[in-house]
């Protein structure tokens, strides 16, 4: 399995950015997917994660109500749709998958993870 996010970049405060992932695999929907961020100088934590069908959502605290995640399974993709976005949310954006089908927020189970991409946000 091999994930490829993309979409990050600078953005104001306030603004919006929609964060792609895009697997190489031969069963997408075997996975449930998540998002997981690196601040400067922390340690990784869990943003939100996604179900194997895409019906079941678990997400942060410190995102609910600003970011969205949704997947494609036929086109293999899963997007992280971020919203009224803070200085906080700066870090380093990866996604991973589980075969665990849960859309678990801890680390452990998941199994493959992305390369990373890299969201700044200004105030």
């Known amino acids: 399995v091999q994930l490829q996010a993309s979409g990050g970049g600078l953005v104001q405060a306030e603004g919006s950015l929609r964060l792609s992932c895009a697997a190489s695999?031969?069963?997408?929907?075997?996975?449930?997917m998540g998002w997981f961020r690196q601040a400067p100088g922390k340690e990784r934590e869990f943003v939100i994660a996604i179900s194997r069908g895409g019906g079941s959502t678990n997400s942060a605290d410190s995102v609910k109500g600003r970011f969205t995640i949704s997947r494609d399974n036929a086109k293999k993709t899963m997007w992280l749709q971020m919203n009224s976005l803070k200085s906080e949310d700066t870090a380093v954006y990866y996604c991973?998958?589980?075969?665990?089908?849960?859309?678990?927020?801890?680390?452990?189970?998941?199994?493959?993870w992305g390369q990373g991409t890299l969201v700044t946000v200004s105030s």
């Open positions: 695999v031969r069963s997408f929907s075997s996975y449930s």
């Open positions: 991973a998958a589980s075969s665990r089908g849960l859309g678990s927020a801890a680390e452990s189970d998941y199994d493959y």
